[in-house]
């Protein structure tokens, strides 16, 4: 498989992003935290093929992108005033609310009652998002290597494996978000990331 490398900001590579992620394909994008690879979230085939593509098991959840707070109604089926709280706060951010996942969302996507969703804080891939609706993203590399921050970084990866890599140049934040579960009365942490506990909790507060 060829797999091109283009720039976001051509609106030509964004329409073959487009394209490809409607027939099923994967895309591997910048976010605000590392380069992401994406599939359509309520496509189960194309989301298994990431983990295909990554060479990693499926029984890990997928986190999904969204591109406004619109789009948090179509992957969750309850969204408490805590998520609410965090969201209104930290997105568009690299926070990750673990809310209960809507019935629509295929078992590729994860295995368990609840799913994680974010907005990104990087304009071209709200824009993205925001047309494709939401999107199955993990990092874009393969397992147990190194999450990318550069369009060449997942390249070296994953060329020949993807059919289009969107380069938007170096991601800001190398550390990948903050998950916190927001399904119960408090909040936790389930990974720590560039938001801490203090921040969540003063913004609760």
């Known amino acids: 498989m060829e797999t091109k490398l283009l720039p976001i900001s051509d609106p030509q590579a964004l329409a073959l992003a487009i394209d490809i992620l409607a027939g099923g394909g994967l895309v591997a994008f910048p976010t605000d935290t590392v380069y992401g690879l994406g599939a359509l979230a309520f496509n189960e085939n194309a989301v298994a093929h990431i983990c295909e593509v990554k060479g990693r098991g499926g029984e890990k959840a997928i986190p999904i992108l969204v591109g406004d707070f619109e789009q948090l109604e179509r992957v969750s089926s309850g969204i408490n005033t805590l998520c609410q709280?965090?969201?209104?706060?930290?997105?568009?951010?690299?926070?990750?609310?673990?809310?209960?996942?809507?019935?629509?969302?295929?078992?590729?996507?994860?295995?368990?009652?609840?799913?994680?969703?974010?907005?990104?804080?990087?304009?071209p891939t709200r824009e993205l998002l925001r047309?494709?609706?939401?999107?199955?993203?993990?990092?874009?590399?393969?397992?147990?290597?190194?999450?990318?921050?550069?369009?060449?970084?997942?390249?070296?990866?994953?060329?020949g494996r993807i059919p289009l890599i969107l380069d938007g140049g170096v991601t800001p934040g190398g550390t990948p978000s903050t998950v916190v579960d927001c399904t119960q009365g408090e909040p936790t942490i389930l990974r720590e990331g560039p938001i801490t506990l203090e921040q969540i909790l003063n913004a609760l507060s």
């Open 85 to 123: 709280k965090l969201a209104r706060r930290f997105w568009p951010g690299p926070l990750t609310v673990v809310v209960p996942r809507h019935p629509s969302i295929p078992d590729a996507v994860t295995p368990y009652p609840t799913v994680g969703v974010r907005i990104p804080d990087f304009d």
């Open 131 to 159: 047309v494709t609706g939401p999107l199955a993203v993990t990092s874009a590399n393969l397992a147990g290597q190194s999450s990318p921050s550069t369009a060449r970084g997942v390249e070296a990866q994953l060329s």
